[in-house]
């Protein structure tokens, strides 16, 4: 008798652990493919950082279709054979929806062809502008590409410090190469041709060949094209110390949060185009003060786009009332002035969702909004 | 000629500190036959003992360098009984293997101790150099190539005047002999550890100003270190330090007049031609002798 009484309690224990199962509604997962370790690792936790404070945020709020967002998050090494792994985990797992790919363009090439087998839409951050020209379906931009970026440059630099000796520095891994060969363009069709072109890779100790050829040139405007923050540091002391007093305008990294904290006064003055700014916009003050209140550190741009693609991801999702692939990819495509903390998103047909870009200045230290350069769709 | 001087000094610089890892180097192998590929990380994992104590506990900054020091001391100590000592009366194969392990331990549990972020080492000068004619003289990398030369002589002086010196030597040569002769041999191998520690941590806290302190800053030093060590004779002191200057001046030269993302691969030439035509590096003995 009593064997029988527990039983049946046990099996309906069972039955309620079941129901219950069934009825907790399980998390909506996205994939996020990130550096935790390797030459990358502070940007990496910057990213982590934003994009789970926008889940937490549409969480609060109620969650997607009912159901919370959830990140499964899978290290990258900073490498590309890493990233091709971590996308091969995290696809091996048919519960996530959708994927946060890296923001460095050369890993995003690593995943491309493996994006396309595994059909599901991936949100990155890298900016070659050839991403998005792959007739690759599932490739979404978070960022503006570095065609804007290069337009927006140039535009400045010319009308607006009316610069015209041009002297280009770059790493020599996609981000760069594509860049230079942008800019180049960008200058040619205002009738200017670069007075130096200089390439370097990534993680080099010493710049004085570099920063004394630029002196030779007699260039009145550098524009760099680096992706380490500690390059960046180390190119803007050695600038400093042979007296290269040239007007400079530089790619993200610049007024990154490490490498505005590395290289302090070095950095003065100098110019950036950033696609992230607090100032730009309502959406990216309140983001800016957020991240600041729950991180402590001041938000930069690796955080900002992660942040905009988890919030854009859930809108897509509640607009297509489900996390279906093809549903999500039209409902991502029909995004229109949705508001970002990088800017307003509209994504056009190839899968660009950014078209403006923000120029900035280190005022010692500080970096200062000065104008957004919108460009056409 | 400004700029030819200028490119000499940055090449001395870095030349300099590429010596300072190879020393190290050498004396590891010198005595264990054994290529210590955590060398680099030595120097990471000094200067950031360095930024623990300068920066965050606000120690001055000789009593941080001596707490670097003294830091280095017990992690030569402990990677020459963690890494190298269970594995001592194998072939050096898998002592190299446990090094090749050791390094990225190391480097990973500073990420977890200390996290991702870079950090700004000041210099051991409060300016930041002299500005003489057109050359600019960077402060930091007097102090490198002046620390350089004082460790060489010291050096020189420990191993040829003291007794634990020509021990070392000894235990270098033939640990057999030495251990009949009543040298300790077991003591002189983790002195050469502590010390190899030490020269890798003083590398690592001079070069922390310039390049900043990063978990991976080790790495890409030691690989040119290694070249050093071939190019000036693996297993000889003065050859390791000819062949760090050698291969920072013509690094250096080689970015400036040919061509600047080839620069790592100048390094890498000279080892190439240096494997091909004298194996044995400028100082080094005939591999045959040793025989």
């Known amino acids: ?377 | 000629m400004d700029i030819l001087l200028q490119l000499t000094f940055a090449g001395i610089g870095m030349g300099s500190i590429y010596a300072l890892v190879a020393l190290g180097l050498v004396l590891i192998y010198r005595a264990t036959s054994v290529v210590n590929f955590a060398q680099g990380d030595f120097a990471m994992f000094a200067a950031f003992l360095m930024v623990l104590a300068h920066l965050h506990l606000g120690l001055p900054y000789w009593a941080s360098f001596l707490v670097a020091l003294a830091g280095m001391v017990a992690f030569g100590l402990i990677f020459n009984y963690g890494v190298y000592y269970p594995l001592r009366n194998r072939s050096y194969l898998p002592v190299l293997i446990s090094t090749l392990g050791a390094s990225i331990v190391i480097q990973n549990s500073v990420l977890a101790a200390y996290g991702p972020h870079p950090a700004n080492l000041p210099g051991a000068l409060s300016f930041q150099g002299f500005q003489v004619g057109s050359v600019f003289l960077d402060g930091q990398y007097l102090v490198i190539i002046a620390a350089t030369a004082a460790l060489v002589l010291l050096q020189h002086l420990f191993f040829e005047k003291t007794i634990v010196g020509k021990q070392l030597q000894a235990t270098s040569q033939d640990k057999e002999m030495a251990s009949l002769l009543g040298v300790p041999v077991k003591i002189m191998i983790a002195i050469t550890f502590i010390y190899s520690a030490v020269l890798g941590g003083v590398a690592g806290v001079l070069v922390g100003p310039i390049i900043y302190v990063s978990i991976g800053m080790g790495g890409a030093i030691a690989l040119k270190a290694f070249a050093a060590t071939i190019i000036g004779g693996f297993g000889d002191i003065k050859g390791a330090i000819i062949g760090g200057v050698v291969l920072g001046i013509i690094e250096t030269f080689g970015a400036a007049f040919i061509s600047v993302p080839y620069k790592d691969a100048f390094a890498f030439i000279v080892l190439f031609a240096f494997l091909m035509v004298r194996p044995q590096g400028i100082f080094g003995e005939k591999i045959a002798e040793k025989a």
């Open chain 1, 1 to 377: 008798m009593r064997y029988a009484f527990t039983t049946t309690v046990l099996s309906a224990l069972g039955a309620i652990m079941i129901v219950g199962a069934a009825h907790a509604a399980d998390p909506i997962r996205i994939g996020m493919i990130a550096p935790i370790t390797g030459g990358a690792a502070e940007s990496g936790r910057n990213q982590i950082n934003g994009a789970q404070m926008a889940a937490d945020e549409v969480n609060a709020a109620g969650g997607v279709l009912g159901r919370k967002i959830e990140l499964v998050i899978e290290d990258d090494q900073t490498t590309n054979p890493g990233a091709v792994l971590a996308f091969s985990k995290l696809t091996s797992d048919a519960n996530n929806v959708a994927f946060i790919a890296p923001v460095r363009s050369t890993q995003v090439h690593a995943i491309a062809p493996d994006v396309l087998r595994n059909g599901k839409p991936v949100l990155f951050g890298g900016t070659d502008p050839r991403l998005t020209q792959l007739n690759n379906p599932w490739f979404f931009r978070f960022r503006p590409n570095d065609a804007i970026s290069t337009k927006a440059m140039a535009e400045f630099g010319i009308k607006d410090l009316g610069k015209k000796k041009w002297a280009i520095i770059h790493t020599t891994d996609a981000f760069g190469a594509s860049n230079v060969k942008l800019l180049t363009e960008a200058l040619k069709e205002q009738g200017i041709t670069p007075t130096l072109v200089q390439g370097f890779t990534s993680n080099s100790q010493d710049f004085t060949p570099i920063v004394l050829a630029v002196k030779q040139s007699g260039a009145d405007i550098v524009a760099s094209f680096t992706v380490q923050d500690t390059d960046q540091g180390v190119l803007a002391k050695q600038f400093r110390q042979f007296g290269v007093d040239a007007a400079w305008i530089g790619s993200p990294t610049i007024v990154a949060t490490t490498t505005l904290k590395l290289a302090g006064p070095a950095l003065y003055g100098t110019y950036a185009l950033a696609d992230y700014n607090p100032d730009s916009s309502p959406e990216a003050t309140t983001f800016s003060e957020n991240y600041r209140k729950r991180f402590n550190v001041q938000a930069d741009f690796f955080s900002a786009w992660t942040y905009d693609a988890v919030k854009v991801a859930a809108v897509a999702i509640k607009n297509a009332g489900s996390t279906e692939p093809k549903a999500l990819r039209e409902a991502l495509l029909a995004i229109k002035d949705v508001p970002g903390a990088e800017g307003p998103y509209s994504f056009n047909a190839n899968g660009d969702g950014l078209h403006g870009y923000n120029v900035v200045r280190n005022q010692d230290g500080a970096i200062v909004f000065v104008k957004r350069v919108e460009t056409v769709r």
